[in-house]
């Protein structure tokens, strides 16, 4: 019994131990400090719609037409459009384009791009101006695409910025 009597004292004496803690909530805390205003983004989500054209069965050139849009209304280009074995071969010259920079500072050249009708962007390549002419040759193996050009902050982007400056316009006789 003295051996249980001790256990049992031990016990007793093991919560009365545990009990005299102080809770840690009740322990004392740092007051928070409010942080600077949470900065608040806007973004714009701008939808633009062009015209795609299959050119799987035309044969010889097909030739189309760039207009500026609301961002560069002046702008104006045109584009021969050339079937070959498995890709299509596209060249395009374009008129008064103004610095990409007027966009803003982060926008540093302009890209062509190949928009499939399911929306799917395909970067064709930089426009590098040469001698005042601004004119791209490039090929690609999509068969039904519309043609757009945008403003970009480097050449090797994956997804067009909202800067669109000029567009195709299908010719009635494409």
């Not at 280009?77 to 803003?104: C, H, K, W």
């Amino acid at each position: 019994m003295p051996k249980n009597l001790l256990y049992f004292l031990f016990l007793i004496h093991a919560c009365a131990f545990a009990f005299s803690q102080q809770y840690p909530l009740q322990q004392q805390t740092s007051p928070v400090e409010p942080m600077n205003p949470t900065p608040v983004y806007r973004v714009n989500v701008v939808s633009r719609s062009t015209k795609a054209v299959n050119y799987r069965h035309h044969s010889g050139k097909t030739e189309l037409d760039f207009i500026g849009t609301n961002l560069m209304p002046q702008a104006s280009g045109r584009a021969t459009v050339e079937s070959r074995t498995g890709r299509m071969e596209i060249n395009a010259d374009l008129d008064y384009l103004q610095p990409s920079r007027n966009f803003g500072p982060e926008y540093l050249t302009y890209v062509l791009w190949a928009i499939t009708p399911e929306g799917r962007p395909s970067n064709l390549g930089e426009i590098v101006p040469q001698n005042g002419k601004n004119s791209i040759k490039v090929s690609t193996d999509l068969q039904a695409f519309g043609l757009i050009v945008t403003a970009e902050p480097y050449f090797a982007v994956t997804r067009p910025s909202n800067v669109v400056v000029l567009e195709n316009r299908v010719r009635p006789n494409t």
